[in-house]
């Protein structure tokens, strides 16, 4: 089982920056990519980033060209959030998947996010 623990969270201006860190325990050797979703109230669950072990990188469209996801060591991974817009308000999770035997995910319980405009 692999732990995750987001934190950076918080209240900023648009056109700010965050950087959201996800700090990842247990079994971070099997993990074989980690990403970031957020939420919005009364929206779905959307993929933000993600990066694989192997170092590639994907990002949604909205966040492409201000957002990047870096993951430096086995267990840290960073959202780096920069020219924020009200449209990033979201709870911001980090999620991982690994394999122990079977293939197997695990998500943290989430940091929120909120921009101002």
């Known amino acids: 089982q692999v732990q995750l623990v987001e934190s950076g969270g918080g209240l900023v201006q648009a056109g700010g920056s965050l950087r959201l860190s996800c700090a990842a325990s247990?079994?971070?050797?099997?993990?074989?990519?980690m990403r970031w979703y957020r939420q919005a109230p009364g929206k779905q669950r959307e993929l933000v980033a993600a990066?694989?072990?192997?170092?590639?990188t994907t990002y949604a469209d909205s966040v492409k060209g201000r957002f990047t996801i870096s993951r430096p060591n086995v267990t840290m991974v960073y959202l780096q959030m920069n020219s924020l817009k009200p449209e990033d308000t979201a709870v911001y999770y980090c999620?991982?998947?690994?394999?122990?035997?079977?293939?197997?995910?695990?998500w943290g319980q989430g940091t929120q996010v909120t921009v101002s405009s």
């Open positions: 990066i694989t072990s192997g170092g590639s």
């Open positions: 247990g079994s971070i050797f099997s993990i074989n990519g």
């Open positions: 999620y991982a998947y690994y394999w122990v035997g079977q293939a197997r995910s695990d």
